[in-house]
Nanobody, 121 residues
């Protein structure tokens, strides 16, 4: 059974930083792409970033490119999202997910419970 548990969310002022972590359990963590998604109040869930199984390739939404950095530590079954220069539009619940294809968001079928990120202006 695959389980994903996020942590690291919180309240931060605009311009600040947060680092999210997602620990996965289950088999073969290092064989699958991992992604971060977010959902703002009243909006649909949207793609934020993804990383290939080895960590050699990463992808970002245009809205976060240059501010967010995704990474993973396969020895610890953990994927991270470093978020810098946060602004109120980054507010939402952040979810990590395990996929089958790094660049195909439809392949992400296992999800964590989410962690709240609130950016105040």
């Amino acid at each position: 059974q695959v389980q994903l548990v996020e942590s690291g969310g919180g309240l931060v002022q605009a311009g600040g930083s947060l680092r999210l972590a997602c620990v996965g359990s289950g088999v073969n963590f290092n064989r699958y792409p991992m992604g971060w998604f977010r959902q703002a109040p009243g909006k649909e869930r949207e793609f934020v970033s993804s990383i290939s199984p080895s960590g050699g390739s990463s992808y970002y939404a245009d809205t976060v490119r240059g501010r967010f950095t995704i990474s993973r530590d396969n020895a610890k079954n953990t994927v991270f999202l470093q978020m810098n220069s946060l602004n109120p539009d980054d507010t939402g619940v952040y979810y990590c997910a395990r996929g089958d294809i790094t660049t195909d968001t439809r392949s992400y079928k296992y999800w964590g419970q989410g962690t709240q990120v609130t950016v105040s202006s």
